[in-house]
Antibody
């Protein structure tokens, strides 16, 4: 059974940093691209960042580019999102999602339950 | 990259069919057969129900179907059931490492 378990969320002041982690199990982690998708309270889905199976390609949504960094450790079956210079508008539930191939950038086949990040003073 | 356009709401009675549209541009929906649809119940994570315009992942009822014409993709739910009441989101590949989501549609089963 595929499982994606996010951790690291919490309340943080504007301008500070936070690091999200996603522990994956139930599939061959290094065979798949992975992504972060967020959902602000009462709002729709927004793609945040994605990474190919071998970390050879990474990219970010315009609203987080330059502030967030995605990474993965295939030996630990883990995905990360380093979030710096956080803003109130970054407040959201952050989902870890699995692609459908090593380089897929459009299908999110499995989702975790999300990590809540609240940016407020 | 602008969000794809979905109607905010849709509704239908049990047993009826409902179609939800997802309109993009010639750079995303119109350019690629990589449109996906997700179902999200309140308080739950989204679930992939349609990939690559019209492919249903294993376990998704065949009441759900997808199609595309030009820059507009559509999700049709046939034989509406109470459990189909949820939010529905589309997304589309837009080339390179670009992808865009729709704003979501709240489906109400009357």
């Amino acid at each position: 059974e595929v499982q994606l378990v996010e951790s690291g969320g919490g309340l943080v002041q504007p301008g500070r940093s936070l690091r999200l982690s996603c522990a994956a199990s139930g599939f061959i982690f290094d065979d798949y691209s992975m992504h972060w998708v967020r959902q602000a309270p009462g709002k729709g889905l927004e793609w945040v960042s994605g990474i190919h199976w071998n970390s050879g390609v990474k990219d970010y949504g315009d609203s987080v580019r330059g502030r967030f960094t995605i990474s993965r450790d295939n030996a630990k079956n883990s995905l990360y999102l380093q979030m710096n210079s956080l803003r109130p508008e970054d407040t959201a539930l952050y989902y870890c999602t699995k692609g459908t191939s090593g380089t897929s950038w459009y299908d999110f086949e499995y989702w975790g339950q999300g990590a809540l990040v609240t940016v407020s003073s | 990259q602008s969000a794809l356009t979905q109607p905010p709401s849709a509704s239908g009675s049990p047993g009826q069919s409902v179609t939800i549209s997802c309109t993009g541009t010639s750079s995303d929906v119109g350019a690629y057969n990589y449109v996906s649809w997700y179902q999200q119940h309140p308080g739950k994570a989204p679930k992939l129900i349609i990939s690559e315009v019209n492919k249903r992942p294993s376990g998704v009822p065949d009441r759900f179907s997808g199609s595309k014409s030009g820059n507009t993709a559509s999700l049709t739910v046939s034989g509406l059931q109470a459990e189909d009441e949820a939010d529905y989101y589309c997304n589309s590949y837009a080339g390179g490492t670009k992808l865009v989501f729709g704003g979501g549609t709240k489906l109400t089963v009357l």
